[in-house]
């Protein structure tokens, strides 16, 4: 069955930088548009970011945009989140997400599978 594994979470400061990491496995990569959504405690998953099946195209949640970059590696099966100047209200569990629906989209029920997430916690 198709595997999408998040890494890279972690606890880290104020100002600091991740780069999170989900590899898919069992599942034809290049057709999926690949997602990064994140749930705080308490709070509605929220969309974060999105690329198209060649990378050329993204777009971002408003909450991230200028800060978090998401990238694509097609010979990995690998879909990246550099996260920049981190603040304490990105703590959230981050999830990877695939959907060969409608490219970008930014609605959770377009997508068809995920991952179990990884935690990021930003102390202030």
């Known amino acids: 069955q198709v595997q999408l594994v998040e890494s890279g979470g972690g606890l880290v400061q104020a100002g600091d930088s991740l780069r999170l990491s989900c590899i898919a496995s069992?599942?034809?990569?290049?057709?999926?548009?690949m997602a990064w959504f994140r749930q705080a405690p308490g709070k509605e998953r929220e969309f974060v970011a999105a690329i198209s099946r060649s990378g050329n195209s993204k777009n971002y949640g408003d909450s991230v945009k200028g800060q978090f970059t998401i990238s694509r590696d097609n010979t990995k099966n690998a879909v990246y989140l550099q996260m920049n100047s981190l603040k304490p209200e990105d703590t959230a569990v981050y999830y990877c997400?695939?959907?060969?629906?409608?490219?970008?989209?930014?609605?959770?029920?377009?997508?068809?599978?995920w991952g179990q997430g990884t935690q990021v916690t930003v102390s202030s």
């Open positions: 997400a695939a959907t060969v629906g409608v490219v970008g989209t930014r609605r959770r029920d377009d997508y068809n599978y």
């Open positions: 069992r599942l034809a990569f290049r057709s999926y548009t």
